[in-house]
């Protein structure tokens, strides 16, 4: 069993250069104007080691830039998104944190206290959905596996919910 828990061995996929190119070919094929702040909120989320969410990206969007506005910050995550750059992960009612897609596929477990999210991969969790799918003459497309915890340190907080 391959169990990896540390955030920086999930591996991205993809260089930045090459998400970025991609990006260009999505704009000009749906004939918009290019948006410098569409490619930093991109190479943001891409070089990000958190999943940060819309208020927290906008923050720091605004301290490069004084005229990045939230709506304009919530539209670009959408558009994003709709094209498959970065995907989101419902963590808890403040909303969706986002990472880039380009990451090797893999799990959450999420921290009821404190919101920390680890990422893990393992291949027995993968096989077994295989299965299920399979027994069932189904192809399996996509899953999504989220662990909602109280994590050591919250236990010790007694962060108990
Ligand atoms: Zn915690
Ligand atoms: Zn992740």
Do not use: W
Not at 19 to 46: G, N, P
């Amino acid at each position: 069993m391959e169990l990896k828990l540390n955030n920086q061995e999930i591996k991205k996929v993809e260089s930045l250069n090459s998400v970025l190119s991609k990006l260009k070919q999505v704009v000009s094929a749906k004939k918009l104007k290019t948006s410098k702040q569409r490619e930093d909120i991109l190479s943001l989320i891409y070089n990000s080691k958190v999943h940060l969410n819309s208020e927290e990206i906008a923050a720091i969007m605004k301290k490069n830039n004084k005229d990045s506005s939230i709506s304009s910050v919530y539209r670009i995550l959408q558009f994003l998104e709709t094209y498959g750059f970065v995907t989101s992960i419902d963590v808890d009612k403040n909303g969706k944190r986002y990472e880039i897609a380009a990451k090797e596929h893999h799990y959450h477990i999420i921290c009821l206290g404190c919101g920390k999210i680890t990422e893990f991969i393992d291949d027995e969790i993968k096989d077994k959905q295989l299965q299920i799918a399979h027994s069932l003459q189904c192809q399996l497309v996509s899953d999504n596996l989220r662990l909602f915890v109280v994590c050591n340190k919250c236990q010790k907080e007694q962060k108990i919910y």
